[in-house]
């Protein structure tokens, strides 16, 4: 089956720090792989995304490349502000019968950032 | 970009009615449109499946007779929780696929229900 595993929070980092939340995958067939956010209350924004191996998704200062030989696709941002504050969710999509697409979540991340 | 709504954002209801929540796609046709549960600091989890014009796809363990799913037009699908008890409570999501080659899905803003 599919599954999703990342980085058990809650993470918490001053401003300006290095960021990295990992998220390794297992996958039937070829995923498309994803980073969502989500801010407090709010449903959930698609963060960034790579459709294939190699492929280096970037948004906002948040970049994760699609690592086929790990199985991985780890969400990494030099400086985090506070306004990064969130939980991040790492997610899959694989056809799911017709032109379905199914996606599969990871777990969530709690991520805040201290002045 | 593409647009989802969800709608209500909140509801309250009593125990032992009904609600029913609205996911509209805004600039896109969804042939597809998803239903999640998220309970308090955990993942999402996929309720059902809902295309347009067909009877949804329920996950395992998810009541159908109790989580009713139309999709009756390419840019509306509805989640109806029926006979409401306290243990439905919890944060719905709905999103949306445009379909196509780049599977991007959107989601809407979420609606919390809360049975009291």
């Known amino acids: 089956g599919n599954s999703v595993t990342q980085m058990e929070g809650p993470v918490t980092l001053s401003e300006e720090a290095f960021l990295t939340i990992n998220c390794t995958y297992t996958?039937?067939?070829?995923?498309?792989l994803f980073w969502y956010v989500q801010y407090p209350g709010e449903g959930l924004q698609l963060l960034l995304k790579a459709t294939k191996a190699d492929d280096k998704g970037s948004n906002k200062g948040f970049e994760a490349t699609y690592r086929k030989e790990t199985t991985s696709f780890h969400l990494e941002k030099g400086s985090v502000q506070v306004s990064d504050s969130a939980v991040y969710f790492c997610a899959l999509s694989v056809k799911s019968g017709g032109s379905n697409y199914k996606l599969t979540f990871g777990k969530g991340t709690l991520l805040t950032v201290n002045p | 970009g593409a647009v989802v709504s969800q709608h209500p954002s909140r509801v309250i209801c009593k125990s032992g009615t009904s609600v029913k929540i609205e996911c509209r796609s805004l600039?896109?046709?969804?042939?597809?449109m998803f239903w999640y549960r998220q309970f308090p600091k955990q993942s999402l989890m996929l309720m059902a499946t809902s295309n347009e014009g067909s009877k949804a796809t329920y996950e395992q363990g998810v009541e159908k007779d109790k989580f009713l799913i139309n999709h009756a037009s390419l840019t509306l699908s509805t989640l109806t929780v029926t006979s409401a008890h306290p243990e439905d409570s919890s944060f719905y999501i709905c999103?949306?696929?445009?379909?196509?080659?780049?599977?991007?899905?959107?989601f809407g803003e979420g609606s919390w229900l809360t049975v009291v």
């Open positions: 996958a039937t067939g070829y995923p498309s």
């Open positions: 999103s949306a696929s445009s379909g196509g080659t780049g599977n991007t899905i959107y």
């Open positions: 600039d896109f046709q969804a042939t597809t």
